[in-house]
Structures are given as structure tokens and as C-alpha cells.
């Protein structure tokens, strides 16, 4: 039995920012576990068997790749972005914890692109200076913990990137945040809505935050907003690297 699980990040989209390290285990691999639209974008072989589920059932999906990696099979969880940026990675220690037999399996985290990343390097350099990264759904936390957080990094004139900024079922979370943001911050703070990078779908748009409008953001899109003196060069956005 020489089953193993490694948990993998696909990046943000184009397979040109996949690492060869992901594609030689997505390559040597019995099965590929997931949400159903990133193992959509493992491609079929003989051999090779998806096993793609429905959001929200992180830890189901998680034991059900260790019990398969036990019984020896060659297993991949994929993610996108990064594994361990809102995504799988925790959610298998966490299944790990309440199974300690599981504990000794070959188990590794290959990094990806995270969409923080991708999207800042595609509007410039907005996240040159100390910055933090906040998720903006409450699936798995109060809400009075993201206004807490948000309101705290603001005020440390943190640059800062959320994920899960809109969703359908809660969109006025957002629109709150913007709230939030228009006491701390002046109405010149510069704010990116960067939807689908790396997709042909890929679209970038830069305003201030006395321009942002909650519709500019929903579940594909990654708003980056900078710190105090995040300026423009050109068709650029940077931070600079002193404060
Ligand atoms: N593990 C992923 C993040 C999962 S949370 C990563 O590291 O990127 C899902 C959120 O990521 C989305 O709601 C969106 O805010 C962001 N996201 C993922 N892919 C994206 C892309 N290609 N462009 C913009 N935002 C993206």
C-alpha cells in the first residue's frame, strides 16, 4: 500500500499558471477530489477517476480523500489558487484531527497562484507594502468579526485583498463593507475590482472609493484596495514600498 494525498492548487484560471509540481501529481494520480468546477478542469484519462461534489461539503470530501489515500490509492485534492488560502488544505488537518491513524499517511500541500497574487500583478504593484488578506464570507464566521477585522486593518493602513467579496445570497455584506471603508479611509483611496483573471471572462477596473459601487464586486471577483498612499503611474496601480 503506497497510497498518498497530496492537496493542490490549480491558480486562478489558465493553466499556463499551474506549477509543473501539480501537474506531476495531477499526472501520477488514481483520483482527483474536489469542487465540481476545478476538477472540471482535470482532464479525463484512463485510470483516472473525479470524484467532483457540491460546495460546502469541505470536511465529507476531505475524509473521503484520506480514507482513500489509506486504502492506498494515489489521491489529489484540488483547490483554486492556493490550497491553503480559503480553501482545502485546512479542511483536511481538520478532518486529520479527529483521526489519528490517518496521521502517519504521505500527505503534502503543493502551493498555487492564489487569486490575490494573479490579480495584483495584473493591475501593477498594489500590494508592495504590508498588506493582509481578509474573506469576506460568513459561511464560517460571525459578521461582527469581519467588521471588526476590516475596520481594525484599515486603520493600520493595511493594503488589503477580499475574497468572497459578493455573493448572491448575501450581497448586502458588501455593501457594508464599503460603508465601513468610507469612515475609515478618504474618498480618493484607490480600490481595484479584478473579475475573472487569467480567464478569457479576465476584467480589471480601478476606482476610488467615492466611485465603488457594491455591483462592481460578486463571487469571481477579487477587490484589492490599497493603503493611504497607493497611487497611479500611468495605466498602473502601486503602492510604495515605504510608509
Ligand atoms: N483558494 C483560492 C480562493 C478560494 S475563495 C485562491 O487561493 O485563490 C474564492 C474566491 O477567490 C472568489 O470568490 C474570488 O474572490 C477569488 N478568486 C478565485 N479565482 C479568481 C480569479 N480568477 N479572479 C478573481 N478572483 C478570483
Known sequence: MSGWL??????????????PEV??????????????????????????????SDNRVELDRARHAL???????????VSSG?????????AVFEALEDAPLWQELDIRVLP?????????ARS????????CAINLSDNLK????????????????????FYNPRSASRPE??????????EECAPERLITFARAVSTPEERLQTVTLAEARPEMADMRTMVVVGNSATRRVGRWVYTPRRA
Do not use: C, K
Open 6 to 19: 497530496v492537496i493542490a492548487g490549480l491558480g486562478p484560471g489558465d493553466e499556463a499558471l499551474v506549477t
Open 23 to 52: 501537474t506531476n501529481a495531477v499526472a501520477e494520480a488514481t483520483d482527483i477530489v474536489g469542487y465540481i468546477p476545478y476538477v472540471a478542469r482535470i482532464p479525463a484519462r484512463p485510470g483516472l477517476v473525479l470524484h467532483p
Open 124 to 131: 501593477g504593484a498594489p500590494l508592495g507594502h504590508d498588506f
Open 112 to 120: 498555487g497562484i492564489t487569486a490575490m497574487l494573479a490579480a495584483a
Open 173 to 182: 455584506g458588501f455593501t457594508r463593507v464599503l460603508e465601513i471603508l468610507r
Open 82 to 90: 492556493d490550497p491553503g488560502v480559503f480553501a482545502m488544505a485546512s
Open 67 to 77: 480514507q482513500m489515500a489509506a486504502e492506498g490509492r494515489r489521491v489529489v485534492v
Open 142 to 161: 460571525p459578521w461582527a468579526v469581519i467588521e471588526t477585522r476590516l475596520r481594525l486593518a484599515a486603520q493600520a493602513d493595511f493594503a488589503m485583498a
